[in-house]
């Protein structure tokens, strides 16, 4: 009926029926004996311990006790009734308590028999006690089958509705061991064998018995790396997989003359020399669109890093060659930012540069779509305004993506369209990820790194500050300003308190006209309440100088660039997330003068917060900023801010399998470049994966 007996629909085994059946799949996502199989336990409880019960306390988690039933009673009335034992051991005594299952209680537990009881103790009244123990004879009788004697007790993630139909972790474990013991002959082998053998890898079906039913903590460490690189080996075959069918669908421009607008400002008009991050990230650059193939490069480089510059040199590139490029900002205000600095750059020569945003009058949208369909228009910067169909350009080469992570798939997927050939596409995002997610997000991309700043530039000094010391933030704020710099203060704004933010916000705002009073000191004020109008004006009064302080929520644009700002003041740094800390400290140290960010926190922080401020203080390293951010709160927090995919590992985790994801990356490296299609005998068993979607992860990027 099955082309497996693993395939067969839960519904069939012993004991789930049509109601639990539902309850899994709706709760957990399960819905055959196979994907039950690979609902992993999320931790594991060490039954060779025993505890005395003078030892307990009520912080531990689970324990087992060896004890003797002394007394057994059934008290209470109605739905009030229960049984209570007294359990002892030579060091004191305890209670276990039943509330259901009396029945079966009352006939199969025997006073003055010795049992191990499991279960969480709880404090009660001067004694310890466990509710629903899970009692076993003592001295424990072997249980042979599959699974051998069980030494760590699997603990599966459950939910209420699933517990209340006896499927909590226990349950679970029962139906798994079913499965195990009818089927596990039948488990297959995913990973051919010269990798199992090169890596160490122990099969699949021991793997399956012995993350579900450890034989010992070494087997269970050798059954989390096999199934951790089996993960990662999947994910990493998918991408790069694509990565070569889409080289091989797609065409790219070939730029291969560097021409006289790319050699005139290099030699004549830039002002600065460049890095050697930026050169070599242009060399990767030029490397890339003469090949043929569509270029899918992300640069990474911390805010001020001088991505722009880059950007304008590739699209230089492909003016060059014949082809026009564009470049588009998430919002309007960066949009024209870019554009401005664009022209500035180029100081009006060598190409024409035409902007196009969501305000740009009808007329002017006329005038520019016949410009840019005569190819009268070298680049072109905008928002979204840019993907419209009526958007057409005469030969699109190069399309520059600034703050990739705010853009859609089908933002992007609309742009491919825009040519023949679909033009090369730079993303450029100035939130570093760490290595480990980049290879795994970005996996089928080409990932080229900025990690060099421009000479010459100042780090910021970055200060904690609690409550007593605000009249010294205060103060260096004044200082600065006396100096003719500018000043952002950024409050938190997260949407559970929303109400209690702003009431924060209010008195913030109050305490600072205060202290900087009308006419002498000038304040913009920007929050998530406002119209886009408003904000836009208040910005723009910050950007044009009219204004020394700008008070905002997080609302504050991403890459907004006002040099001559020289303080950020962050209140309740503490409730930032690193990324975002870093991100808003960002915001100032663009000009040649010190820069400060002062981070103002209550006194007392739990060891995260406090983890998060004091790193903050010592390092200005994106790279080094976002691998910390990634031990501190996990892949899937990180993922979900950046909103570009997410990835839902089951067993491997990013910021502690570094080791294994580069093993298994490496894996699938050799195995492409050896049997690029994947249809060599020895990578038999991988080529129905290919065809079927990876379950665990989903990908929201140029595909
Ligand atoms: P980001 O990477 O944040 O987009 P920008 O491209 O806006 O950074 O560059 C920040 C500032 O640094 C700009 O004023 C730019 O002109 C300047 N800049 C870029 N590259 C260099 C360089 N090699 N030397 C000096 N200044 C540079
Ligand atoms: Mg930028």
């Known amino acids: 009926m099955f082309a497996s007996n693993l395939e067969t629909p839960l519904v069939y085994l012993k004991g789930v029926g049509p109601k639990r059946a539902e309850l899994l799949q709706k709760e957990l996502g399960v819905f055959t004996y196979e994907q039950l199989l690979h609902h992993y336990p999320f931790r594991y409880i060490d039954r060779t311990r025993f505890y005395k019960i003078n030892e307990l306390n009520p912080d531990m988690p689970l324990v087992q006790v060896i004890g003797k039933i002394m007394?057994?009673?059934?008290?209470?009335?109605?739905?009030?009734?229960?049984?209570?034992?007294?359990?002892?051991?030579?060091?004191?005594?305890?209670?276990?308590?039943?509330?259901?299952?009396?029945?079966w209680v009352e006939d199969n537990i025997y006073r003055g028999n010795t049992y191990i009881a499991f279960g969480k103790p709880n404090f009660f009244n001067g004694s310890f006690s466990i509710s629903h123990p899970d009692l076993e004879t003592y001295p424990r009788q072997t249980s042979g089958g599959v699974t051998g004697n069980l030494t760590l007790q699997p603990i599966y993630n459950s939910t209420e509705k699933l517990k209340k139909s006896f499927l909590d972790s226990k349950g679970i474990q029962k139906l798994i061991y079913q499965i195990l013991e009818l089927h596990v002959n039948e488990v297959r082998e995913t990973l051919p064998k010269y990798v199992l053998e090169k890596?160490?890898?122990?099969?699949?079906?021991?793997?399956?018995?012995?993350?579900?039913?450890?034989?010992?903590?070494?087997?269970?460490?050798?059954?989390?790396?096999?199934?951790?690189?089996?993960?990662?080996?999947?994910?990493?075959?998918?991408?790069?997989?694509n990565k070569h069918l889409r080289s091989l669908k797609f065409k790219g421009a070939v730029f291969s003359n560097v021409g006289e607008r790319v050699n005139k400002f290099y030699n004549e008009i830039i002002p600065f020399d460049l890095t050697n991050a930026q050169k070599r990230v242009i060399k990767e650059i030029r490397i890339d669109t003469q090949r043929g193939a569509q270029m899918n490069r992300l640069v990474q480089g911390d805010v001020g890093?001088?991505?722009?510059?880059?950007?304008?040199?590739?699209?230089?590139?492909?003016?060059?060659?014949?082809?026009?490029?564009?470049?588009?900002?998430?919002?309007?205000?960066?949009?024209?930012?870019?554009?401005?600095?664009?022209?500035?750059?180029?100081?009006?020569?060598?190409?024409?540069?035409?902007?196009?945003?969501?305000?740009?009058?009808?007329?002017?949208?006329?005038?520019?779509?016949?410009?840019?369909?005569?190819?009268?228009?070298?680049?072109?910067?905008?928002?979204?305004?840019?993907?419209?169909?009526?958007?057409?350009?005469?030969?699109?080469?190069?399309?520059?993506i600034d703050e990739q992570h705010r853009f859609g798939v089908e933002q992007r997927a609309k742009l491919w369209r825009k040519n023949v050939v679909p033009p090369h596409i730079l993303v450029m995002t100035a939130t570093p990820i760490p290595r480990t997610l980049a290879m795994t997000l970005y996996g089928d991309l080409d990932v080229s790194i900025i990690d060099e700043l421009p000479a010459g530039r100042k780090p910021i000094e970055t200060l904690h500050f609690v409550e007593g010391r605000r009249m010294r933030m205060f103060?260096?704020?004044?200082?600065?300003?006396?100096?003719?710099?500018?000043?952002?203060?950024?409050?938190?704004?997260?949407?559970?308190?929303?109400?209690?933010?702003?009431?924060?916000?209010?008195?913030?705002?109050?305490q600072l006209s205060y202290q900087f009073p009308r006419p002498q000191y000038q304040i913009s004020i920007v929050h998530g309440k406002l119209s886009n109008a408003d904000k836009a004006y208040e910005m723009q009064r910050f950007i044009d100088g009219k204004t020394q302080i700008m008070v905002a929520t997080t609302v504050i644009e991403v890459g907004v660039n006002v040099p001559n700002a020289s303080v950020m003041v962050i209140e309740n740094a503490e409730r930032f997330g690193l990324s975002q800390l870093h991100q808003l400290r960002g915001r100032v140290g663009r000009g040649a003068e010190q820069s400060f960010c002062i981070l103002m926190s209550k006194d007392k922080l739990n060891p995260?917060?406090?983890?998060?401020?004091?790193?903050?203080?010592?390092?200005?390293?994106?790279?080094?900023?976002?691998?910390?951010?990634?031990?501190?709160?996990?892949?899937?927090?990180?993922?979900?801010?950046?909103?570009?995919?997410?990835?839902?590992?089951?067993?491997?985790?990013?910021?502690?399998?570094?080791?294994?994801?580069?093993?298994?990356?490496?894996?699938?490296i050799e195995l492409l470049d050896k049997d690029p299609n994947v249809e060599n005998p020895e990578n038999s068993l991988l080529k129905s994966f290919l065809s079927k979607k990876i379950v665990g992860i989903s990908f929201d990027k140029i595909s």
Not at 80 to 87: D, G, M, N
Not at 610 to 635: A, C, H, Q, Y
């Open 71 to 103: 007394t057994k009673e059934m008290i209470g009335e109605k739905h009030k009734r229960r049984i209570v034992a007294r359990f002892g051991d030579e060091t004191g005594t305890m209670e276990l308590v039943w509330f259901q299952s009396l029945k």
């Open 305 to 400: 890093s001088g991505k722009t510059v880059v950007a304008l040199m590739s699209m230089l590139l492909a003016n060059d060659n014949g082809c026009q490029a564009c470049m588009m900002a998430p919002t309007e205000i960066l949009a024209r930012q870019h554009y401005e600095s664009l022209v500035g750059m180029l100081k009006g020569e060598l190409v024409n540069v035409g902007i196009l945003t969501g305000s740009s009058t009808k007329k002017q949208r006329t005038i520019l779509h016949q410009q840019l369909e005569s190819g009268e228009i070298d680049i072109l910067v905008g928002t979204h305004a840019l993907i419209e169909d009526k958007v057409k350009f005469k030969n699109l080469g190069l399309v520059v």
């Open 475 to 510: 103060g260096m704020m004044k200082e600065e300003i006396a100096k003719g710099r500018q000043v952002y203060i950024v409050y938190p704004l997260i949407k559970e308190s929303e109400k209690l933010d702003l009431l924060h916000l209010e008195a913030g705002i109050e």
């Open 199 to 241: 890596y160490k890898l122990i099969g699949k079906k021991e793997a399956l018995i012995n993350i579900h039913f450890p034989a010992n903590t070494r087997a269970l460490q050798q059954a989390e790396r096999r199934l951790k690189f089996e993960e990662l080996f999947f994910i990493q075959l998918q991408l790069l997989h």
């Open 608 to 668: 995260t917060s406090k983890k998060r401020l004091e790193t903050m203080v010592r390092t200005n390293n994106g790279f080094e900023i976002s691998e910390i951010d990634l031990e501190l709160r996990g892949p899937g927090d990180i993922t979900g801010t950046m909103q570009s995919g997410t990835i839902e590992l089951k067993v491997a985790d990013l910021a502690k399998d570094q080791v294994i994801l580069q093993e298994a990356r490496n894996t699938v």
